[in-house]
T-cell receptor, first 116, second 114 residues
Framework: ETGVTQTPRHLVMGMTNKKSLKCEQH?????MYWYKQSAKKPLELMFV???????ENNSVPSRFSPECPNSSHLFLHLHTLQPEDSALYLC???????????????FGEGSRLTVL | GQQVMQIPQYQHVQEGEDFTTYCNSS?????IQWYKQRPGGHPVFLIQ?????EVKKQKRLTFQFGEAKKNSSLHITATQTTDVGTYFC??????????????FGQGTILTVHP
């Protein structure tokens, strides 16, 4: 149990489908993240939310749309994805203090996405 | 953007042998973190190094941060089969902002043969 829960754990979707990934953190953290993990590539930061405000969008295609309704929940809405978007999508949270680098990330177990 | 190079990409060892992975950056780092990801699992935070030349130990694991804060290493003494997994370094650029804008290395995949 990591304190960060992701659902679904596995998702198979066609290129025309719309689906969403969900993340919930039970750690009381004030920042949440989406990362993409592809084979043989470093972890890629996609989005960062701090206090429910998006503070980072790492040039992610618009077919990925994040939503952070409150500090405990984070969604990644998926629409018209491509096969190359197949990957493990990891949610993480951290407790950030203004002016102090912390950034210890607590990851969820990930959602394994396959786009057909 | 900042790049963090991690070597080797793969390491196969016999149980009981030592293992080291290295992380290098062309720019000065504010701090560096290390994570471990077991096969089929998710990254788990191991440690954070902040000071130049810092050395920290966790049982058989020794973490070092270079004097120039441009490189780091993780050394495992007498590996065990439970050490299997991918080890990632992740770093903040000096002068960067917070909010977890870490740059991850590509990871070193460690396999341990019993």
């Amino acid at each position: 149990e990591t304190g960060v829960t992701q659902t679904p754990r596995h998702l198979v979707m066609g290129m025309t489908n719309k689906k969403s990934l969900k993340c919930e953190q039970h750690l009381g953290h004030n920042a949440m993240y989406w990362y993409k993990q592809s084979a043989k590539k470093p972890l890629e930061l996609m989005f960062v939310y701090s206090l429910e405000e998006r503070v980072e969008n790492n040039s992610v295609p618009s077919r990925f749309s994040p939503e952070c309704p409150n500090s405990s929940h984070l969604f990644l809405h998926l629409h018209t994805l491509q096969p190359e978007d197949s990957a493990l999508y990891l949610c993480a949270s951290s407790q950030e203090q203004p002016g102090v680098l912390t950034g210890e990330l607590f990851f969820g177990e990930g959602s394994r996405l396959t786009v057909l | 953007g900042q790049q963090v190079m991690q070597i080797p990409q793969y390491q196969h060892v016999q149980e009981g042998e030592d293992f080291t992975t290295y992380c290098n950056s062309s720019t000065t780092l504010s701090n560096i973190q290390w994570y471990k990801q077991r096969p089929g699992g998710h990254p788990v935070f191991l440690i954070q190094l902040v000071k130049s030349g810092e050395v920290k130990k966790q049982k058989r694991l020794t973490f070092q941060f270079g004097e120039a804060k441009k490189n780091s290493s993780l050394h495992i003494t007498a590996t065990q089969t439970t050490d299997v997994g991918t080890y990632f370094c992740a770093a903040f650029n000096a002068g960067g902002t917070s909010y977890g804008k870490l740059t991850f290395g590509q990871g070193t995949i460690l396999t341990v043969h019993p």
